[in-house]
C-alpha cells in the first residue's frame, strides 16, 4: 500500500509470454533461397532469445501447401502466422519479447 495516497500499488506483470517457451515454426521447401535467407534469420534469433524453433515442408503436407504455397517462407509464432517471404530479425525478437 502507498501510506501517502492510502491506495494500493499495481503490481507490474508482463502479459508476454517469455521467449524460452515461445516455438517458431518455418514453413517452406527445399531450394527455396528465401527459405534459406528466413532459416538463418531464425536461427539465430532463437540462439539468442532461448526460443524453440522447428521447420516444417510443403511437400511433405498436403494441408500446409494448400495454405501457404504462394507464401513461402512463411513463420509462425506459436501456431499464429507472424510474416511471410522476408523475416526481419528485429521484428521477430520484439515478437518473442526480447
Partial sequence: MDGMLG???KKATSAAPVAASRTVTLIGKPGCHL?????????????ETGARWEEKDITQDEALHREYWE??????IDGEQHTFWRVDAGRLRRE???
Fill in 7 to 9: 491506495r494500493m500499488k
Fill in 35 to 47: 527459405c534459406d535467407d528466413a532459416r538463418a534469420v531464425i536461427e539465430a534469433v532463437c540462439a
Fill in 71 to 76: 507464401q513461402i517462407p512463411v513463420v509462425l
Fill in 96 to 98: 518473442l519479447g526480447a
